[in-house]
């Protein structure tokens, strides 16, 4: 059982930047690959990034690449998502998710996740 929390959401101009945590609880933290997800109002929950169990591969969606990131820290059982350069369309509920996965793969799609935080909302005003 791993339970999620997210904080770290907020209002934010446009062109600013934020980085999002998600604490976990749970013995095994470092078996589980994490991703972040988002969904903006009237729109269906969409990949962002993901890490995998160790930290050493990440991925993210094109519509952010280059702005966010995904990082990890094992010991502390933390997992965050720098967000760099944001736009009026990043605004949604951010959600981090976790996927046991000690072998090391991770997927982009949501029902992989297994483990889901309540989800920080995130608003990028123009």
């Known amino acids: 059982q791993v339970q999620l929390v997210e904080s770290g959401g907020g209002l934010v101009q446009a062109g600013g930047s934020v980085r999002l945590s998600c604490a976990a609880s749970g013995r095994t933290f470092s078996s589980y690959a994490m991703g972040w997800f988002r969904q903006a109002p009237g729109k269906v929950r969409e990949f962002v990034a993901a890490?995998?169990?160790?930290?050493?591969?990440?991925a993210s969606a094109d519509s952010v690449k280059g702005r966010f990131a995904p990082s990890r820290d094992n010991a502390k059982a933390m997992v965050y998502l720098q967000m760099n350069s944001l736009k009026p369309e990043d605004t949604a509920v951010y959600y981090c998710a976790a996927d046991y996965s000690p072998e090391g793969s991770f997927c982009a799609s949501s029902g992989c996740y297994d483990y889901w935080g309540q989800g920080t909302q995130v608003t990028v005003s123009s």
């Open positions: 890490i995998s169990s160790s930290g050493g591969r990440t």
